[in-house]
């Protein structure tokens, strides 16, 4: 079946850094509910990134590190963030918030990156491929 792919960068027009210069959108019901399941932290550091659309929330069960977790409304402004959110826990719920990037841990701390931050996701679809 095939499979598309897609090139995809966070970038926080506010503090002129990037959040994932390499980013993995997840928008079905299957890849929102996985997440990181099952990825190694090495597989999963700086410059990586998940953007999970749509998501009010996150939760870390079954990965064996922590992350960074950045709420953004339909504008992709900054509503709330969740540093070091530790494995095996759930992240609050915003229901002002349409989607969530998960990065690796202290992401948030080294962009300086703060409620009320424009981020610009950029998506290109590219070739399919066959999986």
Request: glycine residues 6%.
């Amino acid at each position: 079946m095939p499979e598309s792919l897609w090139r995809a960068y966070a970038f926080n027009q506010t503090r002129q850094a990037f959040l994932a210069s390499e980013l993995e959108v997840a928008d079905t019901h299957w890849s929102r509910l996985k997440g990181l399941i099952g990825r190694r932290s090495a597989n999963f550091n700086s410059g990586r990134g998940l953007w999970i659309v749509p998501c009010h929330g996150v939760h870390t069960l079954a990965m064996g590190y922590a992350i960074d977790v950045v709420y953004l409304d339909v504008a992709k402004v900054v509503v709330h963030v969740e540093e070091s959110v530790k494995p095996w826990r759930f992240t609050p719920l915003r229901m002002d918030a349409a989607t969530v990037l998960e990065v690796p841990c202290h992401t948030v701390w080294s962009t300086d990156t703060r409620v009320g931050d424009q981020i610009e996701i950029v998506v290109e679809k590219g070739e399919e491929i066959a999986t």
